[in-house]
């Protein structure tokens, strides 16, 4: 699977996501795109919604926050009011990643932001955890024949099957489910990362993460476990506020989650059991057998005479049995290693 020229598989894609962390002020969303780039993100990610998109303006109780969440209190409509990206900023925004050399792509909540992104020939789609049961939108998505990555922050094991079944009802077999824990922050201990291999294994597609718990554990560990896409939401500075500051990363803690999940990448390498030319010099400072005390010509080997040590230069340990009591034929000094021809 390819997204514009970045392979999936061959090295992890790091998006940060924007989100509502811009302000409403185009120069600050410019500026994060910059200092996503210079932390080391691959990909710059935004949404495409508007409060009307999305939702209706009702202050009943269906439409108001509470439970918990950052936002309790307040109604739909005024949260996605504040948190949404103008879309007349999105080409121009588009522009300026791809001239800093970034993938740019978005998550559309309704046909026409997918109509919308269509004209601006996204590479690819992002389907957010809460509209994982919108199946007719994720068959218009998939339909546009580029790669959907598929948030299961609120799924069923189910939900997740008919999202991957809508997709392929299309056509389109690029697919990535991001894990992902819908709670803003996260706790590290719902995490669950085990689940992202075998998510890969049920459905015969991609996996990563889009994660939102604080710091950079997390991400890392999902490198390990086979993530090919990494999302982490990232703010210029948390001093900007707005909705997803709190469980943001700033360029600095960024950057270490970059050098942090190239370097786990690096660890991973591949499987590999090849003699290596360290390997093989390492080796002369692995066991052998050596005399440990004089021995004379006739005397019998024994394990108070002989022992396995280190260096190497001697038998290995594994012929230890072989050669007790077999008579030395001729003196071996202390610190001499055991070979054959001195016994028989």
């Given at each position: 699977?390819?997204?514009?020229?970045?392979?999936?598989?061959?090295?992890?894609?790091?998006?940060a996501e924007m989100s509502a962390n811009h302000g409403h002020n185009i120069d600050i969303a410019k500026n994060t795109i910059k200092a996503a780039k210079e932390a080391g993100a691959d990909a710059i990610k935004i949404q495409t919604y508007t409060a009307d998109?999305?939702?209706?303006?009702?202050?009943?109780?269906?439409?108001?926050?509470?439970?918990?969440?950052?936002?309790?209190?307040?109604?739909?409509?005024?949260?996605?009011?504040?948190?949404?990206?103008?879309?007349?900023?999105?080409?121009?925004?588009?522009?300026?990643?791809?001239?800093?050399?970034?993938?740019?792509?978005?998550?559309?909540?309704?046909?026409?932001?997918?109509?919308?992104?269509?004209?601006?020939?996204?590479?690819?789609?992002?389907?957010a955890s809460f509209e994982i049961t919108d199946i007719p939108l994720i068959e218009y998505v998939a339909a546009q024949g580029k790669p959907v990555m598929i948030s299961t922050g609120i799924a069923a094991l189910s939900d997740i099957e008919e999202?991957?079944?809508a997709c392929t009802r299309m056509g389109n077999q690029q697919i990535i489910l991001l894990k992902c824990t819908s709670s803003y922050p996260a706790p590290i201990?719902?995490?669950?990362?085990?689940?992202?291999?075998?998510?890969?294994?049920?459905?015969?597609?991609?996996?990563?993460?889009s994660d939102h718990t604080l710091g950079i554990t997390v991400p890392v560990v999902s490198v390990a476990l086979g993530a090919v896409v990494i999302e982490k939401h990232f703010i210029l500075d948390k001093a900007i506020g707005g909705p997803d500051a709190e469980f943001s990363l700033e360029a600095a803690e960024f950057r270490?989650?970059?050098?942090?999940?190239?370097?786990?990448?690096?660890?991973?390498?591949?499987?590999?059991?090849?003699?290596?030319?360290?390997?093989?010099?390492?080796?002369?400072?692995?066991?052998?057998?050596?005399?440990?005390?004089?021995?004379?010509?006739?005397?019998?080997?024994?394990?108070?005479?002989?022992?396995?040590i280190r260096p190497a230069g001697g038998?290995?340990?594994?012929?230890?049995?072989?050669?007790?009591?077999k008579p030395a034929l001729r003196n071996i000094k202390k610190g001499t290693p055991i070979t054959w021809d001195i016994l028989y």
């Open positions: 699977m390819q997204i514009e020229n970045f392979h999936i598989g061959e090295q992890v894609l790091i998006v998109t999305l939702t209706i303006k009702c202050d009943n109780e269906y439409f108001k926050l509470g439970g918990g969440t950052l936002w309790d209190g307040r109604t739909l409509y005024d949260l996605y009011s504040e948190a949404y990206t103008p879309w007349e900023w999105q080409k121009e925004l588009q522009a300026y990643a791809h001239e800093l050399g970034m993938i740019f792509f978005s998550t559309p909540f309704d046909k026409t932001a997918v109509d919308f992104l269509k004209n601006l020939k996204v590479p690819a789609y992002k389907i999202a991957v079944n201990a719902d995490a669950n990362l085990k689940t992202i291999p075998n998510m890969k294994e049920t459905f015969g597609v991609e996996t990563g993460l270490l989650m970059v050098k942090a999940v190239r370097e786990a990448e690096k660890a991973l390498g591949k499987i590999s059991y090849e003699m290596t030319e360290n390997k093989r010099k390492n080796q002369l400072f692995g066991r052998s057998l050596f005399a440990i005390e004089d021995i004379n010509a006739g005397d019998l080997l024994t394990e108070k005479n002989i022992r396995s038998l290995p340990p594994k012929y230890l049995n072989d050669i007790i009591d």
